[in-house]
């Protein structure tokens, strides 16, 4: 369901202000709802400004033009302009944006058709329970969505709940139990992840704002097989009503292992890095990504038996690239053109947006961490085409909206992703890392 049709579904509040302030909690894509939610409203000529009470991602990040320090009239200008702003002041830390000041905050809230808030930190987990002073909302607020991951589902806990302590706790008081080992192991299941949001969030909540109107929004919705069944089971365990919603984006991780290493004197890939072959150290992260759901396939491309062996082994898909010789295009296209067959094959619906990210085996110190923060700002940025960069200069991986699969497929010989992205750098998001060492492949011993 869409949010700007759950917003209209909910009602809105009648009093003396005609500005609408809706406050984000949870965890599990915050950000993405309310910039999704920002472009719509925004479409229907709405003036809709994005901001937060805590910390969020600094406007750059997310390949947005912001307000950051900017006075009232300067947000208001950029309004008038855009349709929507995200604003906020400098934080400690340059990736983020902290709360505008009370002054602005008055001044452009009288003055602006909707107010979306960040008003909770999750660290990037898919579920969350709130701390002592946590969310912070503000006393103008007319709806609160509290958001929740779907991709928590089936997971312990312990790997995918923020604020761990808090929901032991509730989890104690509703079934009297003492093991602490045992609750962190526990599997989330719809039944679990409402008890924790029900006494988390909804009962202290419909407390301290009895008028708001609140709601739970279930999130990434579309990787549940019974999307409905889940909501449901959700639902009895809620005092306000679930909604579901999905990304609609699926992203699928082309892993390229079939280079010569000419330069290395050797097969690199296959040479050992600490404890075990240089292409299984990006590739374990990968296959960590795609059991999370963050990845919805990985096809690994090779022409060494060594690899493909393994991956049989691993229950990775792999394919064989018999025309190595032709160059990285070859490759590229042999792994493209197997990732497209596989969602094909899978049923997936069609009104899904595919998008092709493309990995080498060859960079064994690219981050987990970099490539979920990389991924999770392209998909709000809406472009077409990504790639990680440091101070300016991209490097791999690189990941392209499926509009570009015509142009990749027509590379040859060694022309590699950057070929395409170089013709459309209007359409590129960059996201820049602190350490080039992330960014490094490895050619020579």
Same mark, same amino acid.
């Given at each position: 369901m869409k949010l700007e049709e759950i917003v209209k579904e909910m009602g809105e509040l009648t009093g003396e202000s005609t500005t609408q302030v809706i406050s984000f909690v949870g965890a599990g894509g915050k950000t993405s709802c309310m910039l999704e939610l920002a472009r719509s409203l925004a479409k229907q000529g709405k003036k809709v400004l994005v901001t937060t009470t805590t910390h969020m991602e600094h406007p750059v990040r997310i390949g947005e033009i912001g307000c950051v320090d900017a006075s009232g009239? *300067?947000?208001?200008? #950029?309004?008038?302009?855009?349709?929507?702003?995200i604003a906020g002041s400098?934080?400690?830390?340059?990736?983020?944006?902290?709360g505008l000041p009370v002054s602005v905050w008055e001044q452009v809230r009288t003055h602006t058709d909707c107010i979306l808030?960040?008003?909770?930190?999750?660290?990037?987990?898919?579920?969350?329970?709130?701390?002592?002073?946590?969310?912070?909302?503000?006393k103008e607020c007319t709806h609160i969505f509290l958001v929740a991951g779907a991709s928590a589902l089936g997971r312990p806990l312990e790997e995918i709940c923020?604020?761990?302590?808090?929901? #032991?706790?509730?989890?104690?008081?509703?079934?009297?139990?003492? =093991?602490?080992?045992?609750?962190?192991?526990?599997?989330?299941?719809? #039944?679990?992840?409402g008890a924790l949001l029900e006494k988390g969030y909804v009962e202290p909540l419909r407390t301290e704002f009895?008028?708001?109107?609140?709601?739970?929004?279930?999130?990434?919705?579309?990787?549940?097989? =019974?999307? *409905?069944?889940?909501?449901?089971?959700?639902?009895?365990?809620?005092?306000?009503?679930? $909604?579901?919603?999905?990304?609609?984006?699926?992203?699928?991780?082309i892993y390229l292992a079939a280079g010569f290493s000419r330069r290395f004197g050797g097969n690199k890939l296959l040479a050992f890095l600490e404890d075990k072959p240089m292409y299984l150290h990006l590739l374990e992260r990968l296959k960590k990504l795609q059991q999370e759901k963050k990845l919805q396939s990985l096809t690994v491309?090779?022409?060494? #038996?060594?690899?493909?062996?393994?991956?049989?082994?691993e229950e990775i898909q792999a394919v064989k690239n018999e025309q190595s010789?032709?160059?990285?295009?070859?490759?590229?296209?042999?792994?493209?053109?197997?990732?497209?067959?596989?969602?094909?094959?899978?049923?997936?619906?069609?009104?899904?947006?595919?998008?092709?990210?493309f990995f080498v085996a060859d960079q064994p110190?690219?981050?987990?961490?970099?490539?979920?923060? $990389?991924?999770?700002? $392209?998909?709000?940025?809406?472009?077409?085409?990504?790639?990680?960069?440091? *101070?300016?200069?991209?490097?791999?991986?690189?990941?392209f909206h499926e509009k570009y699969v015509p142009e990749l497929l027509k590379l040859e010989g060694d022309q590699g992703g950057k070929r395409v992205l170089n013709r459309h750098l209007k359409d590129v998001f960059a996201f820049e890392v602190e350490e080039e060492k992330e960014l490094m492949d490895i050619d020579r011993r």
């Open positions: 009239a *300067e947000i208001l200008e #950029e309004l008038e302009k855009r349709g929507w702003v400098k934080a400690k830390h340059p990736e983020k944006i902290t808030v960040e008003a909770d930190g999750a660290k990037r987990f898919p579920v969350k329970v709130p701390g002592a002073k946590e969310p912070v909302i503000p923020f604020r761990l302590k808090e929901a #032991e706790t509730i989890l104690m008081c509703q079934e009297n139990r003492k =093991c602490e080992e045992s609750l962190r192991k526990q599997i989330l299941t719809e #039944e679990l992840l009895p008028k708001a109107k609140l709601a739970v929004i279930f999130n990434q919705a579309d990787i549940l097989p =019974c999307a *409905e069944k889940s909501k449901n089971n959700l639902q009895k365990m809620l005092m306000v009503p679930v $909604f579901l919603h999905g990304w609609k984006k699926e992203v699928h991780a491309v090779t022409q060494y #038996e060594e690899i493909l062996d393994t991956m049989q082994k010789i032709l160059g990285i295009s070859s490759s590229l296209k042999l792994g493209l053109k197997t990732a497209f067959y596989t969602w094909q094959q899978n049923c997936k619906r069609r009104e899904t947006e595919h998008y092709y990210m110190f690219l981050k987990k961490q970099t490539i979920e923060e $990389f991924l999770t700002a $392209f998909l709000r940025t809406q472009k077409g085409i990504g790639c990680v960069a440091h *101070e300016g200069k991209y490097g791999n991986p690189v990941i």
